[in-house]
C-alpha cells in the first residue's frame, strides 16, 4: 500500500454543524507552504478556492470583519462531476483527478505558481476557465488583461485598516494543443501580494511570462520528495501509517511563509468569513500545529514561528507592565503584524483579552525551547528566540512571589475565566479561578521556560548573572497540586482555584507538550500521572486530544490504548482530505497522530534515547530518521519483538545516553572502528563527533 496516496471518490459534501466544524473544508487539498488551494464545486462547475497566508484584512477590534481573507477561485465550467475521481500523490505534491471524459492534472510549485492541463474530448464541451474575487468585507477589486494574460487584484485599503494588504492572481493559457482525439491545454495562475512584492501587479504578470510547466512540475516533486526522505515510519497498520503521511504533509502546506506562519485554518481558507478571523490562539491552539514537526525531523516548518511573536514584542512589554513586571506577556490571540484582535473594552483587565491567564507567552516558548533542545543550534537560537524567551523569563522573575522556599504563581488560571469579559460574569460565582494559586499547566510551562533559558544562555555564554537565580528557580518552583478523586490521588488544576475539569486537556500538559514528567520521574510521580489520566479519558477531546495522546506515550500506558484511541479519532474527526473536523479549531489535530506515533516509537525529552518506549513488542515497526533532543537523528527497526538496526546521527557532536539492554557494540561509521562506551543498567553513553554516524550492535 502506498501511505502517500489518497484518493476522492465523491464529491465533497458541505459539513453541517456551527463554528469551526461547519467550516472545515472536505475537498482536496494542495499547496506549497504558502499558497493553498481546496478542491469544491457548486451545483454545476468544479471549483477550487485559493488562500495565501499573507493575505489578511488588518482591521483592529475584537474580529469585526477583519483577518485573513481568502484570495479567490477557480472556476472550470462544462466539467461532468457526476463521475467523481481525484487521485492525491502527496510524495510529489501532485493531483490527478478524473471527471466523467475530462482529466485534470493540478500541482501548486514551489514559486507560488499553480499549474493545471485539462485534458477533453474534442467531442465534449469545451472547458472554461475564469478566475473569481470575492467582493465581501470591503475588499476593492479590479480586473484587466495585459499581453494575453488576465489579471485580478483585490485588497483592503483605507482609514480603519492599520497595514494596507493587496493580491494580483494572474491566469495564463500557456499551451494548448490536440492528441487522439482529446484538446489538451496547460494553465498557469500566479499569485502575488504585497508582502512578496511592491509591485506585486508587475511581479505576478512576470512569474506567469516566464512560467515552465514541465519543470516546475519537477521541481515541485524534487520538493516534496525531498521533504519525505527527510524522515520515515513504517508501521504495519496502514491506516495509521497513511494518516502520519498525509499530515506532515498537510502541515507542510502551510507552514512555508517566514512571515507569516499559519493561524487556526492554515491557508485552506474557502471564504472570509472563518472563525476567530483565523487568528493566533496562545492558550494551545497556535502552538499545537509544532509539536510533531521537530521528532518528525522537519525544524525548517519552524522557520515562521518566531514571527509574529516578534511583531508583538512592544505590545509584549506593554502588556507586562500591566502587571507590573519586567519582559514579555502576551493576550490569549493576535493577528500577524501584531494585528489587534486583542482590545476589547468589556475585559476587566485593562481593556486586554486575558482572560486570567498570564501563561501564553510562557506557552509560546514550548515550540522555540523543542526547536533547541533538538537541535542545539546556537546561531539560529541567538538571531531567532534567545531574546524573546530571555524576556519571558523576565517577566516570570517578577510575576513568581516566593514563601516558605518555593516560587508560587498567584492569579493565574488554567482555563479562560468568563469573568473577565462582559458585564454579566459575577466576581463571586468564578472568585476561585480569579484567585487561582499554582494552575498546573503553568507550572509545566515555567519548569520548561527556565530549564530551557538556564540550558540556552550556558549554551552561548550569555547573562552568567542570572544563573543563581534561575537555579533556584528550577529548584524550588512549587510542585504539582494533586489530590484524591475517585480514590485514587491524581493531579489537581489548581493549588487554590478550580480543582478539576471533565473537558479539555489542560491537566495534562504538564505532561506534553511541556515535557516535565517522563520514564525518568520516578514510580510515584508516573502513577499519580497514570490515575489523572484515565479518570479523564480525553482521547476524542475536540480541544486537546492532540495533547493527551503523545502524553500517554511520554509516561507508558498500555500502547494499544493510544492505537485505539488514533482510530477512534479518525473514525471519528478525520475527513478524506486528511483533515480533522473539531470544534476546537482547525488544523492543529493535524499533530495528533505524528507526535504520538513519534512518543510511542522513540523518545529523547530527558537526555536518554529511548527505543520504541511505548509500543506493543509483537507489532513491527521501524523508523528513519527521528529527531531526538540532543540533536540526534534516530533509526530503529523492531521485528519479530528484536530492536535492531539501530543508527544514530549525531548532528552536533553531544554525549550520547541510550536506553538498551542487548548493545555489545558501537561502532563509529565513517572508519567501521568500534569506540568505548560506558553501561549504567541498562543505559549506555558514549561520546559522538559532529555529523558522525554511530551503528548499535
Request: glycine share 8%; proline share 3%; with cysteine.
Amino acid at each position: 500500500m502506498n501511505t502517500y496516496f489518497n484518493e476522492f471518490t465523491s464529491k465533497p459534501e458541505k459539513l453541517q454543524g456551527n463554528g469551526a466544524y461547519e467550516k472545515m473544508p472536505a475537498g482536496a487539498l494542495c499547496g506549497n507552504g504558502d499558497l493553498g488551494a481546496v478542491f469544491s464545486n457548486d451545483e454545476n462547475d468544479l471549483i477550487i478556492h485559493i488562500s495565501k497566508c499573507d493575505f489578511w484584512k488588518f482591521t483592529p477590534g475584537a474580529h469585526n470583519d477583519g483577518g485573513i481573507k481568502a484570495v479567490g477561485n477557480i472556476r472550470i465550467k462544462n466539467i461532468d462531476l457526476t463521475e467523481y475521481n481525484i487521485k492525491q500523490y502527496c510524495d510529489e505534491g501532485l493531483l490527478k483527478c478524473k471527471f466523467g471524459d475530462t482529466e485534470i492534472e493540478f500541482f501548486v510549485a514551489p514559486q507560488n505558481v499553480i499549474y493545471f492541463e485539462i485534458k477533453s474530448p474534442v467531442s465534449a464541451n469545451t472547458p472554461v476557465v475564469s478566475i473569481e474575487m470575492p467582493d465581501t468585507c470591503g475588499s476593492e477589486n479590479s480586473q484587466f488583461t495585459e499581453n494575453g494574460t488576465n489579471c485580478y487584484t483585490r485588497k483592503f485599503e483605507g482609514e480603519n485598516i492599520n497595514i494596507e494588504t493587496a493580491v494580483t492572481v494572474c491566469l495564463k493559457e500557456i499551451e494548448t494543443n490536440k492528441s487522439d482525439n482529446y484538446n489538451i491545454s496547460r494553465y498557469c495562475i500566479s499569485v502575488c501580494t504585497n508582502f512578496d512584492s511592491s509591485n506585486h501587479t508587475k511581479r505576478a504578470i512576470e512569474m506567469t511570462s516566464g512560467c515552465n510547466y514541465d519543470d516546475d512540475k519537477t521541481k515541485t516533486r524534487e520538493k516534496w520528495q525531498k521533504f519525505f526522505d527527510s524522515s520515515k515510519v513504517t508501521l504495519e497498520d496502514k491506516k495509521i501509517e497513511k494518516l502520519y503521511n498525509m499530515s506532515l504533509y498537510l502541515l507542510a502546506c502551510c507552514m512555508g511563509n517566514t512571515k507569516f506562519p499559519p493561524g487556526l485554518f492554515g491557508n485552506f481558507i474557502t471564504d472570509d468569513f472563518f472563525p476567530w478571523a483565523g487568528d493566533y490562539h496562545m492558550n494551545y491552539n497556535y502552538e499545537a500545529p509544532y509539536y510533531c514537526i521537530f521528532s518528525s525531523n522537519h525544524p525548517e516548518l519552524f522557520d515562521g514561528y518566531m514571527a509574529p511573536l516578534h511583531d508583538m514584542s512592544e505590545n509584549a512589554k506593554r502588556f507586562a507592565g500591566f502587571f507590573g513586571c519586567r519582559g514579555y506577556a502576551l493576550p490569549v490571540s493576535f493577528g500577524p503584524k501584531a494585528l489587534d484582535v486583542f482590545s476589547q473594552a468589556d475585559c476587566k483587565e485593562h481593556g486586554v483579552l486575558f482572560l486570567g491567564q498570564k501563561s501564553h507567552a510562557a506557552y509560546a516558548c514550548v515550540i522555540p525551547l523543542m526547536h533547541w533542545f533538538s537541535t542545539y543550534d546556537k546561531e539560529y537560537a541567538l538571531e531567532n528566540y534567545y531574546n524573546f524567551i530571555f524576556n519571558v523569563a523576565l517577566f516570570w522573575e517578577d510575576y513568581l512571589v516566593k514563601e516558605n522556599g518555593k516560587y508560587v504563581i498567584k492569579k493565574d488560571a488554567a482555563h479562560e475565566i468568563p469573568f473577565y469579559r462582559g458585564k454579566k460574569f459575577r466576581y463571586t460565582t468564578h472568585f476561585g479561578q480569579v484567585n487561582t494559586i499554582n494552575a498546573i499547566n503553568s507550572l509545566g510551562l515555567v519548569k520548561l521556560l527556565f530549564k530551557g533559558v538556564y540550558n540556552m544562555a550556558k549554551e552561548l555564554n550569555l547573562n552568567s548573572e542570572k544563573y543563581a537565580l534561575w537555579e533556584d528557580i528550577n529548584e524550588n518552583l512549587s510542585k504539582f497540586p494533586t489530590f484524591i478523586k475517585h480514590g485514587k490521588k491524581c493531579f489537581r488544576y489548581s493549588k487554590f482555584g478550580i480543582r478539576w475539569r471533565n473537558e479539555n486537556t489542560v491537566g495534562l500538559q504538564h505532561i506534553y507538550p511541556a515535557s516535565q514528567i517522563g520514564f525518568n520521574s520516578g514510580e510515584k510521580l508516573l502513577k499519580i500521572a497514570k490515575n489523572t489520566y484515565f479518570i479523564n479519558d480525553r482521547r476524542l477531546d475536540d480541544n486537546g486530544s492532540n495533547s493527551y495522546l503523545p502524553a500517554g506515550a511520554r509516561i507508558g500506558v498500555d500502547p494499544e490504548f493510544l492505537i485505539e484511541g488514533i482510530h477512534q479519532n479518525i473514525k471519528e474527526f478525520s475527513l478524506t482530505n486528511g483533515l480533522f473536523r473539531h470544534y476546537g479549531g482547525g488544523i492543529e489535530n493535524l499533530t495528533t497522530i505524528p507526535a504520538t506515533i513519534n512518543e510511542m516509537l522513540m523518545q529523547g525529552f530527558e537526555g536518554v534515547i529511548r527505543l520504541f518506549p511505548c509500543w506493543n513488542k509483537k507489532s513491527d515497526a521501524s523508523f528513519t530518521n527521528l529527531r531526538a533532543d540532543g540533536a540526534f537523528l534516530v533509526s530503529a527497526e523492531l521485528k519479530n519483538e528484536k530492536i535492531s538496526s539501530i543508527k544514530i546521527k549525531s548532528l552536533k557532536g553531544r554525549p550520547c545516553n541510550v536506553d538498551i539492554a542487548d548493545i555489545k557494540s558501537v561502532v563509529r561509521k565513517s572508519d567501521d572502528k568500534e569506540i568505548e562506551f560506558k553501561r549504567n543498567g541498562n543505559i549506555i553513553s558514549f561520546e559522538t563527533e559532529e555529523n558522525e554516524t554511530y551503528n548499535l550492535i
